[in-house]
Nanobody
Framework: QVQLVESGGGSVQAGGSLRLSCAASGSVFSRHFMGWYRQAPGNERELVAEFTHGGNTKYADSAKGRFTISKDNAKNTVYLHLNSLKPEDTAVYFC????????????WGQGTQVTVSS
């Protein structure tokens, strides 16, 4: 069973930075693409960044140049580095693990709140 536990959220002023962490159970990285989504009140959940085939990464346009996804295989932990934060980045951020199989399952963490004040 895949378990994902996020941490690192909080409240910051615009222009600030945060680092989100997601600790994954077992050998999740060997069978899943890891990534981050976010959901703001009244909005649908949307992709922020994720790993794809060959270790490549994909970012939402809103995240490019400001956010960076990384992972530490030895610690089974994936990170999301948030820089130059804006009030519109305020959302609950979710860690996700998607099976390599295109028809496979996607698993979610419980989410961590990021609040950016102007």
């Amino acid at each position: 069973q895949v378990q994902l536990v996020e941490s690192g959220g909080g409240s910051v002023q615009a222009g600030g930075s945060l680092r989100l962490s997601c600790a994954a159970s077992g050998s999740v990285f060997s069978r899943h693409f890891m990534g981050w989504y976010r959901q703001a009140p009244g909005n649908e959940r949307e992709l922020v960044a994720e790993f794809t085939h060959g270790g490549n990464t994909k970012y939402a346009d809103s995240a490019k140049g400001r956010f960076t996804i990384s992972k530490d295989n030895a610690k089974n932990t994936v990170y999301l580095h948030l820089n130059s934060l804006k009030p519109e980045d305020t959302a609950v951020y979710f860690c996700t693990a998607r099976e390599f199989d295109p028809f496979g399952a996607r698993y979610w963490g419980q989410g961590t709140q990021v609040t950016v004040s102007s």
